[in-house]
């Protein structure tokens, strides 16, 4: 059965840093598009970055570009997420996706090109 599971979130004082992972089971991710999504409570689901199949092309939401590094690991199928300098605005839940039918790209992270979802990993960001 394929799936995707994140791990990683958790509490983080502002300023600090959180490495998501996002972890495939049941095929291989080295195929497809790996995005990561998130969504605070109240608010829509926002896209905040996506890779490339190997790894060429990275892409991230204006609201995290210079903050955050998408990252994958074919070998391991998994890919990550590191997060730098956290703001409490930056507190949501947050998903890994994969998808083939569109390119990394703004278009990709409107989120609607996805195949796979993983169930999500709660990060809070708080004093």
């Known amino acids: 059965q394929a799936q995707l599971v994140e791990s990683g979130g958790g509490l983080v004082q502002p300023g600090g840093s959180l490495r998501l992972s996002c972890a495939a089971s049941?095929?291989?991710?080295?195929?497809?598009?790996i995005g990561w999504f998130r969504q605070a409570p109240g608010k829509e689901r926002e896209g905040v970055a996506c890779?490339?199949?190997?790894?060429?092309?990275?892409y991230y939401a204006d609201s995290v570009e210079g903050q955050f590094t998408i990252s994958r690991d074919d070998i391991k199928n998994t890919g990550y997420l590191q997060m730098n300098s956290l703001k409490p605005e930056d507190t949501a839940v947050y998903y890994c996706?994969?998808?083939?039918?569109?390119?990394?790209?703004?278009?990709?992270?409107?989120?609607?090109?996805?195949?796979?979802w993983g169930q999500g990993t709660q990060v809070t960001v708080s004093s």
């Open positions: 996706a994969t998808g083939r039918r569109a390119a990394c790209g703004s278009e990709y992270l409107r989120g609607l090109w996805n195949e796979y």
């Open positions: 890779i490339s199949r190997r790894g060429a092309t990275t």
């Open positions: 049941g095929f291989s991710l080295d195929t497809y598009v």
